[in-house]
């Protein structure tokens, strides 16, 4: 059974960092894109990054382009995600997920594996 576990989530303020851990386990994914999406409260889930098996491609929204970084370590089947200068806006739940194949994208149907989520509050 797969499983995709999120943590590293929680408060902090705005401009600060946070990082995000999303360990898989079930299969291997190192051929496979992961990504992280999140979503507020009110709001539809919506695209974070995305990150390709090999880790050479890397895909963000534009909010949180120059501020994130994703990464992984197929080593541990995790992925990644640091977040830096956050802003008030930043806070929801994160959620990791993963692909049955290759390819980053921001399409939320293409992934097949999905954690629990992890809570990110930013507060002033």
């Known amino acids: 059974q797969v499983q995709l576990v999120e943590s590293g989530g929680g408060l902090v303020q705005a401009g600060g960092s946070l990082s995000l851990s999303c360990a898989a386990s079930?299969?291997?994914?190192?051929?496979?894109?992961m990504g992280w999406f999140r979503q507020a409260p009110g709001k539809e889930r919506e695209f974070v990054a995305s990150i390709s098996g090999s880790g050479y491609m890397t895909y963000y929204s534009d909010s949180v382009k120059g501020r994130f970084t994703i990464s992984r370590d197929n080593a541990k089947n995790s992925v990644y995600l640091l977040m830096s200068s956050l802003k008030l806006e930043d806070t929801a739940v994160y959620y990791c997920?993963?692909?049955?194949?290759?390819?980053?994208?921001?399409?939320?149907?293409?992934?097949?594996?999905w954690g629990q989520g992890t809570q990110v509050t930013v507060s002033s």
């Open positions: 997920a993963a692909r049955d194949s290759n390819g980053a994208t921001n399409e939320f149907k293409r992934y097949a594996y």
């Open positions: 079930g299969r291997t994914f190192s051929s496979a894109a």
